[in-house]
């Protein structure tokens, strides 16, 4: 997965489809991907905190 530069992230959250968080990074400056290999096949909720907002997709 990788992420745009164009705003600033602050937090990106994986979340399971009973809620449960997966994965968390905060602090993501200078993050450009995220290593989601250990993760199941599924569906999960990414959530994007920036300075522009929170933003949730999902993806499987």
Known sequence: MFLPKAIEIKLISIYNLLGQLVIAVPNTKDTSSIDISRLNSG?????VKSDGGE????AD
């Open 55 to 58: 933003f949730q997709y999902e």
């Open 43 to 47: 569906t999960y909720v990414l959530s």
